[in-house]
């Protein structure tokens, strides 16, 4: 599905303080638009969510969720993603691919202080990890510092492949829960690191032409 039928700017007023540039959401390689309940397609997130079925991404995304006694697994199905897309005090940004128009992935910002601090996750279709997921996640805590206001993003996750992503953009380690989660019955480590805008200035300025803060 194509994004680019509706414009930052169509968005209301709660999607982006007035001194931010939307213009910020745009990168060289993807683009980024805050999913605003009735400002998209009426179908958006189950879009997102069957893209990120056929990815075979909802056990990843979803693995804090337990399956139960039914005999079909409820883990990441629709309902499941629907509600938690659905909760109004997260920031969800769809990231759309520039050369293709195609939906790339989705990032996400929840657990607020306002003023303070969030926590924050993201999905990147496999294949636009790389260069766009990075560039993705840098607009995404541009929008998240500078528009949101708050002063540090924190990560949680069991995937190396993530804590690599957040390292290369300025994140710092912090610790590690030992056996915290629980990954298909198995015990699983939980990696906790942290962004202070103040090492996101310093780490990206002059990443994308824009010098964030």
């Known amino acids: ?10 968005l209301p007023s709660t999607a982006s303080a007035p001194e931010y540039d939307t ?10 638009w805050p999913y605003v309940h009735g400002y998209y397609a009426r179908d958006l997130p189950y879009q997102i ?15 804090e969720y ?29 990231v759309q691919d ?10 996400w910002f929840d657990t607020f202080i306002p003023r303070y601090r ?5 999905w990147m279709r496999r294949r636009f990890w790389g260069h766009r997921t ?10 998240v510092f ?10 949680f996750t069991p995937w190396l492949t993530s804590v690599k992503t957040t390292n290369a953009l300025g994140f710092t380690y912090v610790c590690s829960l030992p056996d915290y989660a629980l990954l298909d019955g198995k015990p699983a480590d939980i990696h906790i690191s942290c962004l202070r805008k103040e090492d996101f200035v310093i780490a990206m300025n002059g990443k994308n032409g824009v010098q964030h803060g």
């Open 1 to 10: 599905m194509e994004l680019n039928t509706l414009t930052p700017t169509a």
């Open 23 to 32: 213009n910020r959401l745009k990168g060289d390689l993807v683009s980024l």
């Open 49 to 63: 969510w069957a893209l990120m079925e056929k990815d075979d991404a909802t056990k990843y995304v979803f693995y």
């Open 66 to 94: 337990q399956n139960g006694a039914t005999p079909v697994p409820i883990k990441g199905d629709l309902a499941s993603f629907m509600a938690y897309v659905s909760d109004p005090q997260k920031i969800i940004l769809v």
């Open 98 to 107: 520039n050369e293709t128009a195609e939906i790339a992935g989705m990032i």
């Open 118 to 122: 969030c926590n924050s996750g993201f």
């Open 134 to 143: 990075r560039e993705a996640c840098r607009i995404a805590l541009d929008y």
């Open 146 to 155: 500078n528009n949101i206001g708050v002063q540090a993003v924190w990560g």
